[in-house]
């Protein structure tokens, strides 16, 4: 289980979900879903240390994969992105391991389409 937090989603995760949205997206989200980064909630975070993070958001509906693609850590580390959400709603962005090094928050102008 995730530790839970309440806290505003920073600076880097929010351009990370832009960027990925933008350069990887599935063609699922709409156009104004990219207005509503900014006031996205974290709920809950990965312990592991990668920067996947839960958003506030109903858990009645079904969410699924609104962008797909891989970037880079300042370290170098390669790491997949997923951005998890729907038409209107955005309810997480996942990073994992695509190197075999611990993953972490890439550089958001890193990311591109897998």
């Known amino acids: 289980m995730w530790p839970e937090v309440h806290r505003a989603i920073s600076k880097q995760e929010a351009q990370v979900v832009l960027t ?47 962008a797909d693609g891989y970037a880079v850590t300042d370290d170098g580390t390669n790491v997949g992105v997923i951005v998890w959400g ?15 090094d611990d993953p972490k928050l890439p550089m958001p102008q890193s990311v591109r389409r897998s």
């Open 86 to 100: 729907d038409a209107e709603t955005i309810s997480g962005l996942e990073i994992y391991r695509a190197d075999e």
């Open 20 to 66: 990925a949205l933008q350069r990887a997206g599935t063609g699922i989200a709409n156009s104004e879903i990219e207005t509503k980064i900014p006031s996205l909630v974290v709920l809950a975070y990965c312990p592991c240390g990668c920067g996947s993070v839960s958003f506030d958001v109903s858990r009645d509906r079904r969410y699924g994969l609104i």
